[in-house]
Every structure is written in C-alpha cells, then in structure tokens.
C-alpha cells in the first residue's frame, strides 16, 4: 500500500504558490496513492464548516474526487485549523484524528501528530493552545457571525506574527524531553509530525534503542513530505512551470 503524509500547506488565496503545488500534487501524486494523511495546518485558518467561501469548496472538491477514487483519507487538525469539524469530514469524504493517533507504518507502531503540543518551551503559545482547544470556547467563537469570525482570524494570525519575531528558535522547536514523554506514552519508537517547517529526520536513543523523528516542510514553490510504502522517505515536490 502507498501512502503520503503532508501537512503544513496554510492554504489560502493568497498563497498561489502553494495552492498551484497542491493541485499539482493531488492531481499526479495522490492520484498513485491508496491513503493520504493531512496532519494540520491545511488551511492558514478555518473558521468554521459553514464557511462557504468559493476557493474553501475548491479544496474540498479536490479531495472529495481524490475519496471518491476509493482512497483513504485521513485529517488532522493543527494550529491554524483547530476548528475542522466533522461537516468538513463528511464533505470530503475522509475522517478527522484525534489529536495524536498511532498508525502502522512500513512495518513499525508511528506516532502521527501536528506537533505544536510538543513544543513546551513556548509556554504563552501553550497557554494559547489550551484556550483555543477547549469546547465553551470555540462554541462561543462559532457562534459569532462569519465575517467577525474571519477579522478575529486575520487579528489572531497578525499578533502570531509578531510574537513569532520576538522568540528565539528553540523556543518555537520541539522540546526533545516532551517528545520522549509522548512516546513513552505511546509506546511507540517512530514520530511523524509538522508545525515546525523543519523537515528533517531525527536519529536518536530512547531508553537505549534507535528511535526516530520525522518532519514536514511547509509549502511555497516545493515542499518536503512523506512517501511510505515497504519504507518511509522524505523527499520533494516542485511546482511544475
């Protein structure tokens, strides 16, 4: 069985680049693939299934023809897209994760997560994550009208932008003993996660035995993502000019 993982696209009408490279992926790449895994931050923000925005139904159109081949297809929300819900499943026809899930992959038990929990250091942005994630308080956001919800988007996505300027980068990294935790709670030696734009697989030793983790790229003109069949690599796409 072949199967893509990506993550991290932040589609939005703005970013052509990356939505040309999209298309162009779900269309030649995915179009060879059995199962596609979305591990969040698809869109630079959703706020809400009842967003009826013409390029917002363009992206879920190409993903309803890629289900509709007989493929799996799997979601999972990220920082950006925390408010995916089930109605945007049922639309594409794929199913939406938990937060951190565990999969086979090329023979060996994976830890498929977004990994913004992973990264401790930055304790406003936990802080942040905890607020968002809670039920009351996305209730509330779903409540408002739809234009207000896009102004507290945008607002959100400005004031992420510049706290992003004033942190060191570690901080905005993954925190390797949170990262061992998890695992441990998961009983699992492989990781595969996004969030960062650091793509990159990660040897290390965890409780004296080979462990791995393995990260995304985000989406401009190219991107890195996962290609997994009897093994797992890590490799490019290009827009096609």
Same mark, same amino acid.
């Given at each position: ?6 993550? /991290?696209?932040?589609?939005? *009408? ?5 939505? =040309? +490279? #999209?298309?162009? $992926?779900?269309?030649?790449?995915? %179009? ?16 809400? /299934?009842?967003?009826?925005? *013409? ?5 879920? =159109? +190409? #993903?309803?023809? $890629?289900?509709?081949?007989?493929? %799996? ?169």
């Amino acid at each position: 069985m072949l199967t893509y993982l990506i993550s /991290d696209l932040h589609l939005s *009408p703005e970013h052509e680049s990356g939505t =040309a +490279l #999209f298309q162009q $992926f779900i269309k030649r790449e995915a %179009a060879q693939a059995d199962c596609l895994y979305v591990l969040g931050d698809l869109f630079e923000a959703w706020v809400g /299934d009842d967003d009826d925005d *013409p390029y917002l139904q363009q992206i879920i =159109a +190409l #993903f309803r023809a $890629f289900s509709d081949a007989g493929k %799996a297809l799997f979601f999972m929300r990220g920082n950006r897209d925390f408010l995916l819900g089930e109605q945007f499943a049922e639309r594409t026809g794929g199913s939406l994760l938990a937060d951190e899930v565990v999969v086979d992959m090329a023979g060996q038990r994976t830890l498929l997560l977004h990994g913004d929990q992973l990264c401790t250091d930055d304790t406003a942005y936990q802080q942040f994550r905890q607020m968002v994630r809670q039920s009351a308080w996305q209730q509330a956001l779903l409540s408002k009208p739809l234009a207000e919800r896009k102004a507290i988007a945008a607002e959100m996505r400005r004031k992420s932008r510049e706290s992003q300027q004033n942190k060191a980068e570690y901080i905005m990294d993954i925190n390797q003993q949170a990262l061992e935790l998890t695992m441990h709670q998961h009983d699992v030696r492989q990781v595969i996660h996004g969030h960062t734009h650091r793509p990159a697989r990660h040897e290390f030793s965890l409780d004296g035995q080979p462990a791995t983790r393995w990260v995304f790229g985000d989406w401009h003109e190219s991107a890195k993502i996962l290609r997994v069949d009897s093994k797992i690599e890590l490799f490019d796409i290009a827009l096609n000019p």
